[in-house]
C-alpha cells in the first residue's frame, strides 16, 4: 500500500527556514514525481513546485522562485521541501502528493504538515 | 498559467439527491497524447484532498460510482447520482496539463 508520510507540525520565527520530509513506502521512489502543495487556513490548494528523483530536477511556481527548494534522497525514499524567509502568510498546511512516471495522475497525498510562523 | 475556475463555489443538498460541480480551464486540457489532463479531488474536513475522478472520467479505486466526471476541452463536471452525508467536504478540480498545476477555487458541499 502506497504511503507518503509527512514530518510532524512546526512552528517558526518570522524571516527563519523550515524543511518539511515527506518518506515513500510501499512503491518505488524513483518511479514518482513527487510535488508539494500548501493550503493557507481556510483557502484552496496552491502548487509550489515538483520533483523528479530519478533526476533530480526541480521546477517551481514562479510565486516561491528564490525561496523554495525541493530535493529527495532516494536512499531513504524522502523528499524535502525547504522554504526560506518565512513570513506570516506561509503560515499553512504543505502536502507532497506523487504521480507515477509516465502516468498523468496525483493519486496519493501526504498528511499534511502545519508550518506556522509567528513572532 | 492556466487558471481553472469552479461554480458553485457552495452547495447544500439534501440527502439522495443529485448534485452537479462545473470547472472551467482558460486553456484546453486535451495533451497531444490525446489524454485530458483534468482531475477531481474531494477534502474532507482536517484531511488531504482524496482523488475521486483522473482524466476527466475515471473513478479512482474505491470510488463509489455515483461520482461520475464528463466534459472535454475546457468544460468539464463533476456529478453526484445521490448525496450521501459521507460526501461532504470541498470539492476541487485540477489540471496538470502544464506547470505550474492549477486548481479551482473549490466548492464546498454541505447536507440540507
Known amino acids: 500500500q502506497v504511503q507518503l508520510v509527512q514530518s510532524g507540525a512546526e512552528v517558526k520565527k518570522p524571516g527563519s527556514s523550515v524543511k518539511v520530509s515527506c518518506k515513500a513506502s510501499?512503491?518505488?521512489?524513483?518511479?514518482?514525481?513527487i510535488s508539494w502543495v500548501r493550503q493557507a487556513p481556510g483557502q484552496g490548494l496552491e502548487w509550489m513546485g515538483v520533483i523528479i528523483p530519478m533526476f533530480g530536477t526541480a521546477n517551481y511556481a514562479q510565486k516561491f522562485q528564490g525561496r523554495v527548494t525541493i530535493t529527495a534522497d532516494e536512499s531513504t525514499s524522502t523528499a524535502y521541501m525547504e522554504l526560506s524567509s518565512l513570513r506570516s502568510d506561509d503560515t499553512a498546511v504543505y502536502y507532497c502528493a506523487r504521480r507515477i512516471m509516465g502516468g498523468t495522475t496525483y493519486d496519493y497525498w501526504g498528511q499534511g504538515t502545519l508550518v506556522t510562523v509567528s513572532s | 498559467d492556466i487558471v481553472m475556475t469552479q461554480t458553485p463555489l457552495s452547495l447544500s443538498v439534501t440527502p439522495g439527491q443529485p448534485a452537479s460541480i462545473s470547472c472551467k480551464s482558460s486553456q484546453s486540457l486535451l495533451h497531444s497524447d490525446g489524454k485530458t489532463y483534468l482531475y477531481w479531488y474531494l477534502q474532507k474536513a482536517g484531511q488531504p484532498p482524496q482523488l475521486l475522478i483522473y482524466?476527466?472520467?475515471n473513478r479512482f479505486s474505491g470510488v463509489p460510482d455515483r461520482f461520475s466526471g464528463s466534459g472535454s476541452g475546457t468544460d468539464f463536471t463533476l456529478k453526484i447520482s445521490r448525496v450521501e452525508a459521507e460526501d461532504v467536504g470541498v470539492y476541487y478540480c485540477m489540471q496538470s496539463i502544464q506547470l505550474p498545476l492549477s486548481f479551482g477555487q473549490g466548492t464546498k458541499l454541505e447536507i440540507k
Open positions: 482524466e476527466v472520467s
Open positions: 510501499g512503491g518505488t521512489f524513483n518511479s514518482y514525481a
